[in-house]
């Protein structure tokens, strides 16, 4: 894995980003990672290079990981922004946009914004519209075994022990808990406003949904699929919240063949 930090400026101001990737050639994907940080799709960017012929960049939200998010970069929406300039940047083609949780809000706020450069998007377990009947678990007010056992099908696999992190990577988490609380906004991960834009994606666009997620459940999901245009949902069995995760090796062949069937050249299935 390669990192790099890029400049992005945009109408808000500058912005300092940097980019975990892995891969050396193929298909380009943009994966956007959650709020549980870069580290939820760090395994799975490392997979699906490996396996694939795929390069992945990951960037770290600014804010997240230990980087610096700027007083004026306070919503979803900016963040979309940064990253359709941070595609122009790396002059990528052909890019299939991957989000998960927050990442896959970010994703469809990217995909309603347009770009050429963009093929497909999947939009995992993703928060972001309001579903009445269907509320966001609050991950804030949560412990970590509350949450996992809100996030995972199987949470007996995926044991956290708060007591084990360094003071350093405490700092980290705390940080990343701000700008995520900062990201999701007013209406808790929620924006009313999101599903009317959703209606001018016109992009291959794929809802993935783990099955066991309990954190936004399978119903919202198919909601999120209903206001996209032309959009496919697919619910996920054995998985939760974070399928890339939980079942990563079950989980690649989604996402490849979803984004592959799109790809530059190829007929739209």
Do not use: C
């Not at 549980?36 to 012929?53: I, N, W």
């Not at 399978?218 to 974070?242: C, K, Q, S």
């Amino acid at each position: 894995m390669t990192s790099s930090t890029h400049t992005l400026t945009v109408d808000e101001g500058t912005v300092e980003v940097t980019v975990d990737v892995q891969g050396e050639k193929g298909h380009p994907f943009l994966l956007l990672h959650g709020g549980g940080g870069p580290q939820t799709v760090t395994g799975f960017a490392a997979l699906l290079a490996e396996q694939r012929p795929a390069r992945v960049f990951t960037p770290l939200h600014p804010g997240f990981g230990g980087t610096a998010r700027p007083d004026w970069l306070t919503d979803v929406q900016t963040l979309a922004k940064i990253y359709a300039q941070l595609l122009e940047q790396l002059d990528l083609s052909d890019v299939a946009v991957v989000g998960n949780s927050i990442g896959g809000w970010i994703a469809a706020e990217l995909a309603v914004l347009g770009s050429d450069r963009i093929t497909s998007v999947t939009l995992v377990n993703a928060v972001g519209i309001a579903v009445p009947g269907h509320p966001i678990a609050d991950a804030a007010s949560l412990t970590p075994p509350e949450l996992a056992k809100l996030s995972f099908y199987d949470p007996s696999k995926f044991k956290f022990d708060p007591n084990a992190l360094t003071e350093e990577q405490r700092a980290v988490a705390a940080a990343n808990q701000v700008a995520m609380a900062v990201y999701s906004g007013p209406h808790a991960m929620a924006d009313p406003t999101v599903t009317d834009r959703l209606a001018k994606i016109n992009y291959p666009t794929l809802v993935a949904w783990g099955a066991g997620d309990e954190v936004v459940d399978a119903d919202y999901g198919r909601a999120y699929a209903a206001a996209i245009p032309g959009a496919e949902f697919r619910l996920l069995e054995g998985t939760g919240h974070l399928p890339q995760v939980e079942t990563p090796e079950e989980f690649l062949p989604v996402v490849w063949d979803f984004a592959d069937a799109h790809a530059t050249g190829k007929p739209a299935s």
